[in-house]
Structures are given as C-alpha cells and as structure tokens.
C-alpha cells in the first residue's frame, strides 16, 4: 500500500534549514553521495509536495528560472503541489500546482495522482506537521547528519506523541544515520 512520507535531512539538534533557510550545512557534511539512499527513495514517488520557502530555495539554489530542465532532471514529470499564501513563478514545463489551505483535499488529489506509489512531503516541517495533524502522514525519514547548528528552521514544529511513533528502522550510510518512524493516527 502505498504511503505518505516525510524525507528529509536534519541536523543532531533538529533542525532543516539554518536561520536564513539555507541547507549549505547539508551539503558540507553529505561528502559521499554514493552512500545517499534518495535515488532508490525517490523511484518509488508518485506525487510530492513542498512549502513555499522550500520551493523558492530550490528555484533560487538551483536557478530554476534560467534552467529550469534542472526540475525533470531531479524530479522527472512526478506531479507536485506547492502550498502558499502568495504567488509563485512556476517552472516552466514542470507538472505544479499552487494550493492553500487545509492538506486533506490536496492529499486525496495527491493519492489519485500517485498510483501506486508513495507521496513524498519534501518540506517543511510545518507542512509535513499539517499532514501529521490530519492523520495522514504514515512514515518520517529522517537523515541525521553530524552538524549542530543551535537555531534555525524546526523538523517538526509541534508536538508529536510518543505513542504516535514506532522506530522501524535504523541504518548508518556514511556519516548520516538514517531513521525511519512509522507514524500512527492522532489521538
């Protein structure tokens, strides 16, 4: 059956982007890519969704407005949603669509668009907490690199129970210990 999933990379002391929403510090720390499992992750992605401060670090990180071929060559013609309150330039050629608000019609769209596969909530923390909210977050992966940076932009910025997590798997690549927790309906 096919799940929702949280993917992403956070530093030892929890966060995803650093006090200017900048991951420089994952890329100084991620040295070895043969050892990322994102490629096998992402092949099993039918529809993915960001917020909009990811979605503009990755159109400015990556010049998507000059390159946009950059988006199908990361993310191939996997459908995606962007949640925002404000306008955003698209990507030419890529399959987006710009929502607001509640997460639990965009997740039906994004169940019947996927097929099969899984649905991947790249970031942030806050949009993957909404999804956790509605009860429709199944599983977190979490990277864990070896950097502490003290501030900065929150994994999960609310409180997620115990009793809602289950550790299903932990595994060493690198220097990244990688973590993955099934997640269980509120309460």
């Known amino acids: 059956m096919a799940k929702t999933q949280f993917y992403t990379a ?3 002391d929890g966060f995803i ?6 991951l420089d510090w994952l890329f100084e720390a991620d040295s070895d890519p043969g050892s990322n499992p994102f490629t096998a992750f992402f092949a099993e992605v039918g529809a993915f969704a960001m917020g909009a401060t990811t979605y503009e670090w990755v159109m400015e990180h990556d010049r998507l407005d000059q390159e946009p071929i950059k988006w199908s060559d990361y993310y191939g013609d996997v459908p995606a949603w962007v949640f925002t309150h404000r306008t955003l330039p698209p ?6 669509t710009f929502v607001q608000g509640d997460v639990r019609p965009v997740h039906e769209a994004m169940v019947s668009a ?3 596969k899984n649905i991947w909530l790249v970031g942030g923390g806050e949009l993957a907490g909404a999804f956790a909210d509605a009860g429709l977050l199944d599983e977190i ?12 932009a929150p994994l999960l910025p609310r409180r997620i129970e115990s009793s809602r997590l289950t550790l299903t798997g932990v595994e060493q690549r690198g220097q990244f210990a990688y973590l993955t927790y099934a997640v269980g309906a509120p309460a």
Do not use: F, K, Q, Y
């Open 10 to 12: 956070t530093t030892i």
């Open 17 to 22: 982007a650093d006090e200017n929403n900048s």
């Open 91 to 96: 990507v030419p050629g890529a399959d987006l």
């Open 114 to 116: 996927a097929g099969d």
């Open 141 to 152: 992966i979490l990277g864990v690199a070896p950097v502490a940076l003290g501030a900065g």
